[in-house]
């Protein structure tokens, strides 16, 4: 199992706003190790959605919002539009392991 | 513009070994960290490996430690993963990806990635 753990799915209708959760530990989001957010369409290359808890590089729409408390951290993602469908991953880094970390992935359907 | 293309993938059996290559251009190639990250079939993201810039730290995810090694050429622009001693579960598909300048931004570009296959 990951050391993040994300929910497996989430899902909203056309216009609704959605959470996805990352849990972590002391070694990780806990550390003040800042956590980043990819989405991913099978088949392509991932996309860096969020970096440094909260900061959305250059073309990432402003429906996307991040937030990071404690131990864990969240996607926000409000407006939600059919082309929001993917998977999305947080990551961060883990001081006991020494590298980066994934969370398991969190599926987004758009009802 | 940035662009990472991988080389390499392919069928190998369980214990054969295996190299990818990814090829960088479109910015200082040296001036950045750079990642391997997996995806077996059906699985989530998995963080496999990273090495500095100028090559002198190597970090690698436990279950490949000894097996895998990251190098990379800077005169060429190029990344590499040589992968020994392959086992069936180290089938999935590599992805390239550049690390952010600012450390542990995560990773803003990304190949489209190359499949390995460890089969009998």
């Known amino acids: 199992q990951s050391v993040l753990t994300q929910p497996p799915s989430v899902s909203g209708a056309p216009g609704q706003r959605v959470t996805i959760s990352c849990t972590g530990s002391?070694?990780?989001?806990?550390?003040?190790?800042?956590v980043n957010w990819y989405q991913h369409l099978p088949g392509t290359a991932p996309k860096l959605l969020m970096y440094?808890?909260?900061n959305r590089p250059s073309g990432v729409p402003d429906r996307f919002s991040g937030s990071k408390s404690g131990t864990s951290a969240s996607l926000a993602i409000s407006g939600l539009q059919a082309e929001d469908e993917a998977d999305y991953y947080c990551?961060?880094?883990?001081?006991?392991?020494?590298?980066?970390?994934f969370g398991g992935g969190t599926k987004l359907t758009v009802l | 513009e940035v662009q990472l293309v991988e080389s390499g993938g392919g069928l190998v059996q369980p214990g054969g070994s295996l190299g990818l290559s990814c090829a960088a251009s479109?910015?200082?190639?040296?001036?950045?960290?750079m990642s391997w990250v997996r995806q077996a079939p059906g699985k989530g993201l998995e963080w496999v490996a990273n090495?500095?810039?100028?090559?002198?730290?190597?970090y690698y995810v436990d279950s490949v430690k000894g097996r895998f090694t990251i190098s990379r050429d800077n005169a060429k622009n190029s990344l590499n993963l040589q992968m020994n001693s392959l086992r069936v579960e180290d089938t999935a598909v590599y992805f390239c990806?550049?690390?952010?300048?600012?450390?542990?931004?995560?990773?803003?570009?990304w190949g489209q990635g190359t499949l390995v296959t460890v089969s009998s």
């Open positions: 990806a550049r690390d952010q300048a600012l450390r542990l931004g995560g990773h803003d570009y």
């Open positions: 479109g910015f200082t190639f040296s001036s950045y960290w």
């Open positions: 090495i500095q810039e100028d090559g002198s730290g190597k």
């Open positions: 002391t070694s990780n989001i806990g550390a003040a190790y800042d």
């Open positions: 440094g808890n909260n």
């Open positions: 990551q961060s880094y883990d001081s006991s392991l020494g590298h980066y970390v």
